[in-house]
T-cell receptor, first 114, second 111 residues
Framework: NAGVTQTPKFQVLKTGQSMTLQCAQD?????MSWYRQDPGMGLRLIHY???????DQGEVPNGYNVSRSTTEDFPLRLLSAAPSQTSVYFC?????????????FGDGTRLSIL | KQEVTQIPAALSVPEGENLVLNCSFT??????LQWFRQDPGKGLTSLLL?????REQTSGRLNASLDKSSGRSTLYIAASQPGDSATYLC??????????FGKGTLLTVNP
């Protein structure tokens, strides 16, 4: 059971480049989300999805796009990378945010924008 | 807007000591509260989840309590061990499918 898998683990980009951070889960979870973690800021919600075809914005959505075509996958796209997007990105999933089931996190993608 | 505060920001204790980590939140309309552990360079691991209707949850040496009316939760760690050294994060599940995190408590348990 792989849980939540994020790829790549590390990435360096130049300002203005675009890229997609991949997230896949094999637990048939309906709820998936993306967070960024910055020193002194804690984890902040970027986007989330409550099921295939349904996405919504979190606290810090600007500069990021998401889509959810399948239950398993929830990619995060950086449209035009900026140095302010240098961060550690975490994907999480759960059966439901309101259930007694915990959130499962991936190991993160460490992204540097030069 | 929900705000989650964790005190202290850092804590250093000798091995074997019992300790308490604190979490407070501003909006009591929550669905659940979770405590996570994060090791350096790693993702988050869920330790305990308390539903809003519950008062506490226990797992091994860990006990988490929830007082929704006062907006407080505590994580009690009994007989701490060096392997408990990590950052502990509190998160509350609220409306609109959003999980709000505190900034964490960095725990160091010294042998």
């Amino acid at each position: 059971n792989a849980g939540v898998t994020q790829t790549p683990k590390f990435q360096v980009l130049k300002t203005g480049q675009s890229m997609t951070l991949q997230c896949a889960q094999d637990m048939n979870h309906e709820y998936m989300s993306w967070y960024r973690q910055d020193p002194g800021m804690g984890l902040r919600l970027i986007h989330y999805s409550v099921g295939a075809g349904i996405t919504d914005q979190g606290e810090v959505p600007n500069g990021y796009n998401v889509s959810r075509s399948t239950t398993e996958d929830f990619p995060l796209r950086l449209l035009s990378a900026a140095p302010s997007q240098t961060s550690v990105y975490f994907c999480a999933s759960s059966y439901s945010l309101y259930s007694n089931q915990p959130q499962h996190f991936g190991d993160g993608t460490r992204l540097s924008i030069l | 807007k929900q705000e989650v505060t964790q005190i202290p920001a850092a804590l250093s204790v000798p091995e074997g000591e019992n300790l308490v980590l604190n979490c407070s939140f501003t909006d009591s309309a929550i669905y659940n509260l979770q405590w996570f552990r994060q090791d350096p360079g790693k993702g988050l691991t869920s330790l305990l989840l308390i539903q809003s209707s519950q008062r506490e949850q226990t797992s091994g040496r860990l006990n988490a309590s929830l007082d929704k009316s006062s907006g407080r939760s505590t994580l009690y760690i009994a007989a701490s061990q060096p392997g408990d050294s990590a950052t502990y994060l509190c998160a509350v599940g609220g409306s609109n499918y959003k999980l709000t995190f505190g900034k964490g408590t960095l725990l160091t348990v010294n042998p």
